[in-house]
């Protein structure tokens, strides 16, 4: 944004050191000036009887005394309010020029003011702060894109490559082919609305309602009943009656997620997953856990990422689009709650979802 130059803070901080000053000063002598002129006795006044010669005599010869004081305060208020205004600004130069990295690209770039918590320090934390949070989301968004161009580049070259097995053999029997296809678009159309359903829920462009956890969890599991049973999978649900306020839609959306993860990462044929709805004072909380293999602490930490999955990157019929916790996370967030993943001692995966109670 274009602006019109002007004086800088330091010199207005200067000038306002300065001007102050030179009231003060002003202020002191004319005190000094009256308490001479009207409250010292009459004897300290008499040199010849007449007190009116006197006061003019006091005046005169007070007011050389005075023009110099006024210009000694007016020279030692500018140079004195510059060194302290320099002084003063020091730590918003700093914060300027971590603000003008900044916008240039350098989000590693850090404040790091020393020194005891004043103003200046509590911004300067803050700024730090931001510019971390900052780089992290950068840092996250890059990695995403880059996974999700590779994620969307496999179902296109697939699809390239049996276009050209079809071009290259016309008589061919294209009943396979159509069903590969089929599969593989199918893939990508999931994994582009769940790009849609993960961009959505980070703007949290939706509308708040009342709800119930709870009868999204039955309705959740409800749906995925035959699923579970497809995989052997018993579901188990039970809970309080759990009112929050968000979007149902979305809500229902991560709790069909978590739902379907624990079938998916379960025992074959054996398996055991349970949702429960609990309510706290100011917070309701939904736990989706399940059986499984065992997994190492360093490993969950890393499933709320996109594209990350159980088993590293190695896909299956199992597996889904890599999204399905990511999009957990940011519905989470949207409706400001908190997500946690605890690995089970004995196997599987403890998934909670803590949000702000409805009162």
Not at 56 to 80: E, I
Not at 209 to 221: F, G, P, Q, R
Not at 225 to 249: C, Q
């Amino acid at each position: 944004m274009d602006r019109t130059p002007g004086l800088s803070v330091r010199l207005k901080l200067t000038l306002s050191y300065a001007g102050f000053l030179m009231l003060a000063g002003t202020l002191l002598l004319a005190a000094v000036l009256v308490f001479y002129l009207y409250y010292l006795p009459d004897g300290w006044l008499y040199a010849t009887g007449d007190f009116w010669i006197n006061r003019s005599l006091l005046l005169r010869s007070f007011a050389p005394f005075m023009a110099m004081v006024l210009v000694f305060l007016l020279v030692f208020g500018l140079a004195g309010g510059w060194l302290l205004a320099g002084r003063m600004l020091a730590p918003l130069t700093r914060i300027t020029d971590a603000t003008r990295a900044a916008a240039n690209g350098s989000l590693s770039h850090r404040i790091s003011l020393p020194g005891a918590q004043d103003e200046f320090r509590e911004l300067a934390d803050a700024f730090d702060t931001m510019l971390a949070r900052l780089e992290a989301h950068v840092a996250e968004q890059q990695r995403f894109a880059a996974n999700a161009s590779h994620e969307l580049r496999t179902p296109l070259a697939i699809t390239q490559t049996l276009l050209d097995v079809a071009r290259n053999a016309p008589h061919r029997d294209t009943t396979e082919l159509v069903d590969r296809l089929h599969t593989v678009n199918t893939r990508a159309i999931d994994l582009t609305e769940a790009l849609l359903l993960l961009s959505r829920a980070d703007q949290r462009a939706f509308t708040r309602e009342h709800v119930d956890l709870s009868l999204i969890a039955e309705e959740a599991t409800e749906t995925l009943l035959p699923f579970a049973e497809k995989h052997g999978v018993t579901l188990e649900t039970f809970g309080d009656m759990t009112r929050t306020i968000g979007s149902r839609a979305l809500l229902l959306q991560l709790t069909m997620n978590l739902v379907h993860n624990a079938i998916v990462h379960n025992l074959p044929g054996h398996g055991t997953a349970w949702v429960t709805t609990t309510v706290y004072p100011g917070t309701v909380v939904l736990t989706v856990e399940n059986t499984g293999d065992r997994l190492a602490p360093q490993l969950v930490a890393t499933l709320v990422e996109p594209f990350r999955r159980g088993t590293e990157r190695i896909r299956s019929h199992r597996s889904g689009v890599g999204l399905g916790l990511a999009i957990v996370k940011s519905i989470t967030q949207a409706h400001a709650g908190t997500l946690t993943l605890t690995p089970r001692p004995t196997g599987g995966l403890c998934v909670t979802v803590q949000l702000p109670a409805w009162s």
